[in-house]
């Protein structure tokens, strides 16, 4: 059974680092493409970027190009997440999912709360 | 302003048919077929019900069906019931540098 498995919720302060993660399970991590997309609060989805973990190659939205970084660790089956400057704008529901053989996101993690407040 | 425009809010009795539309422009959802449509309900992950205009994933109920025509791809829903209930969402690939633009999603209401 596919998983992937996000880490749990996180309440920082403004100008603070975050990475936050997503274990994927039950395929071949290195083979399908995991992209992270934002929710914010009573708000649509946002297509934050992209990575495949197979050489980590990387496509970001303009929208958050320079704001985040995707990265992997195929040791561990992992996915990531990374702000190094946490803003109460990115206060949000972040997502990591992951494509099946097309384009669009077949399966998804549970979410991770990401709260900025000072 | 998202990249698809969806509209707000759509809404019908059970048993009836609804159509959400999902508006977009050359560069993605007319010229690709590569639409795809998610339902979300509250506090729960998006789950893919339409992927690729029109094509079906494992477990998801025929009474979902997925079209296009021009920039517009459109998602409908018929013998609607309660638990049709939710937030919908279509996305699309783009050519623009971005690869992928989701709509600004639809809430579905059951009467």
């Known amino acids: 059974e596919v998983q992937l498995v996000q880490s749990g919720a996180e309440v920082k302060e403004p100008g603070e680092s975050l990475k936050i993660s997503c274990k994927g399970s039950?395929?071949?991590?290195?083979?399908?493409?995991i992209g992270w997309v934002r929710q914010m609060p009573g708000k649509g989805l946002e297509w934050m970027g992209i990575?495949?973990?197979?050489?980590?190659?990387?496509t970001y939205s303009p929208s958050f190009q320079g704001q985040v970084t995707i990265s992997v660790d195929k040791s561990i089956s992992t996915a990531y997440l990374h702000w190094s400057s946490l803003k109460a704008s990115d206060t949000a529901m972040y997502y990591c999912a992951r494509r099946g053989y097309t384009y669009g996101f077949v399966y998804w993690g549970q979410g991770t709360l990401v709260t900025v407040s000072s | 302003q998202s990249a698809l425009t969806q509209p707000a809010s759509v809404s019908g009795s059970p048993g009836q048919s609804i159509t959400i539309s999902c508006t977009g422009t050359s560069s993605d959802v007319g010229g690709y077929d590569y639409v795809s449509w998610y339902q979300q309900h509250p506090g729960k992950a998006p789950k893919l019900m339409i992927y690729?205009?029109?094509k079906r994933p494992s477990g998801v109920s025929n009474r979902f069906s997925g079209s296009k025509s021009g920039n517009t791809a459109s998602l409908t829903i018929s013998g609607l019931q309660a638990e049709d209930e939710a937030d919908y969402h279509c996305s699309s690939y783009t050519s623009s540098n971005t690869l992928e633009v989701f709509g600004g999603g639809t809430k579905l209401t059951v009467l």
């Open positions: 690729d205009v029109s």
């Open positions: 039950g395929y071949s991590f290195t083979s399908y493409w």
């Open positions: 990575i495949y973990p197979g050489d980590s190659d990387t």
